[in-house]
């Protein structure tokens, strides 16, 4: 095999040698009509004379030649130090329209996406720009991303890359790296009460694809989810996209109400929950409610989804077990993320699976991704057996409990009459309600052209009952930003409230 320069991508010209056109003009039309149609791009690096007489199979004069004349023409240029690249001061309009008359439809054949396809890129999620980048007062579902120990975890990384060989290169177990399973279930045993063994656990590329694959496994069209009103907007998709209908149930004081989900769907196909902090409004389910709704899913045959998404953020010194150690009917699908605890960007998260459909799980997610970076996963093994996860749950639940505190000193001084945050038991965000009259996505739209971000709590919600509440995520800001940026709310939120007054009396 020849040795090709470095950085060069090989060239899709081919020549014929039976032609009457000479090889060198061949050559020379060829690469140019890449360098036109855009196929070459301005800048990139050409393969060396020697690499592509050997790859063409000519004399290397062949090609010197039709490089001369291409660079002679200003197609292409010589580096010096070596190396050929095309000409980075290509005039555009050359290129472009050579570019622009390819792309024009043939014929009167059009192309369009499946209706599926159409119909899930149409469902309604929160703006990207709201989690992308700079963290802007009151962004939701983001933790300190600067507290998070870079340099343990590209030390960690360095150390795995220094080590790998053929071993670790190949495909691995479809439901993830084996010592990352078994941290994980011996975590969840012991902080979160899952009953669980290693085998149960598939790792995942975060909530999102655990909500997806177990649409997948456990949903056909037209099947009716129960879904809390407030909800997720995550698992709204992930549901929508899988065909299902979804039954808003509300939620209390208490949680789900399941009383009422039963009234409206009793023959629902999944409850999905979020028993230990609801998102969004930051509710616990009693013990009462958990057994109402096990006790509904094994009369009913219906599969539970638990998103136990922030339960690691708890406050209070009582703690509180996930749901799924209750289910004695193998019906609770558990799952967790790494997106919040440590950081969005890692993508991995985790199922538990009762073993009854475990298969099933396996077989489809095979079919969907396979399974996630090895590497990845070992890292964040590591991270967990070196006791840095540990230690950074420890420091980031005390910073957000004192970040809560200031975010609710803060409103309490400069949002009175406008904003009334209550302190949650845990969680990243909290919710202020609003006076009534002021609508919450008049309010948000305000507090954005004020360069603050508030999700209005309607946004999450079905029908009008939960019409004027923001969300406001406290766990990435400092106590400066979160005073700094409740003056700022309060500045938006003044002009709205006395014209709801008026509206009430
Ligand atoms: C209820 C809930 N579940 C899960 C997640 C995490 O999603 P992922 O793991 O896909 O980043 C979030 C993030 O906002 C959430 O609010």
Not at 67 to 78: M, N, P, Q, T
Not at 85 to 101: E, F, G, K, N, W
């Amino acid at each position: 095999m020849p040795r090709r320069t470095a950085g060069a991508f090989p060239l899709l010209v081919t020549l014929d040698t039976d032609a009457d056109v000479p090889l060198t003009q061949q050559l020379y039309e060829g690469v140019r009509k890449l360098i036109l149609n855009g196929h070459a791009l301005a800048g990139i690096r050409l393969p060396s004379t020697r690499v592509l007489s050997a790859e063409l199979r000519v004399s290397r004069n062949t090609v010197v030649n039709a490089f001369e004349r291409l660079a002679a023409e200003g197609y292409i240029e010589a580096k010096a130090g070596g190396g050929t690249r095309v000409s980075r001061t290509l005039p555009d309009t050359m290129a472009h329209a050579a570019v622009a008359a390819r792309r024009q439809p043939a014929g009167p054949v059009t192309r369009r996406p499946s209706h599926r396809g159409a119909a899930i890129a149409g469902i309604r999620t929160r703006r990207w720009s709201d989690r992308l980048g700079e963290v802007r007062p009151f962004r939701l579902g983001v933790g300190a991303l600067s507290e998070f120990p870079v340099k343990t975890w590209a030390r960690l990384s360095r150390r795995r890359l220094a080590h790998i060989g053929a071993a670790n290169i190949d495909y691995d177990e479809i439901a993830g790296y084996t010592p990352l399973r078994q941290a994980i279930a011996a975590y969840l045993r012991s902080a979160r009460g899952v009953v669980c063994d290693p085998s149960q656990v598939i790792i995942v590329n975060g909530s999102q694809q655990a909500l997806d694959l177990a649409s997948r496994v456990l949903l056909d069209p037209d099947d009716a989810v129960w879904f809390e009103n407030p909800g997720y907007d995550g698992a709204r998709g992930a549901f929508l996209a899988a065909g299902a209908r979804l039954v808003h149930v509300p939620v209390d004081d208490h949680g789900l109400d399941v009383v009422a989900g039963i009234e409206r769907a009793p023959a629902a196909r999944l409850a999905y929950v979020t028993p230990s902090h609801q998102f969004p409004l930051g509710v616990t389910m009693t013990l009462a409610r958990r057994r109402e709704l096990l006790q509904w899913a094994a009369r009913s045959g219906a599969w539970i989804f638990e998103d136990d998404y922030d339960s690691e953020f708890r406050y209070t010194h009582r703690p509180l077990p996930a749901m799924q150690g209750l289910d004695t009917n193998d019906c609770v699908i558990y799952s967790g993320s790494f997106s919040k605890v440590l950081f969005p960007a890692l993508r991995l998260g985790y199922l538990v699976v009762p073993s009854t459909i475990l298969d099933t799980f396996l077989r489809v997610r095979f079919l969907t991704d396979v399974h996630p970076s090895t590497m990845t996963q070992a890292v964040l093994a590591d991270f967990i057996a070196e006791g840095h996860f540990e230690r950074h749950l420890r420091r980031m639940r005390l910073l957000y409990a004192e970040r809560q505190d200031a975010l609710v000193r803060s409103a309490r001084h400069h949002l009175a009459g406008l904003l009334t945050v209550e302190p949650s038991e845990g969680g990243m965000h909290l919710v202020g309600h609003l006076p009534a009259g002021v609508d919450d996505r008049e309010a948000s739209r305000a507090a954005r052209a004020n360069g603050i971000v508030v999700a209005p709590l309607s946004f999450f919600s079905e029908g009008r009952q939960h019409r004027n509440a923001l969300l406001l995520g406290y766990a990435g800001l400092t106590a400066g930003q979160i005073a700094a940026g409740t003056k700022r709310l309060a500045t938006t939120l003044r002009p709205l409230a006395p014209r709801a007054n008026g509206t009430h009396r």
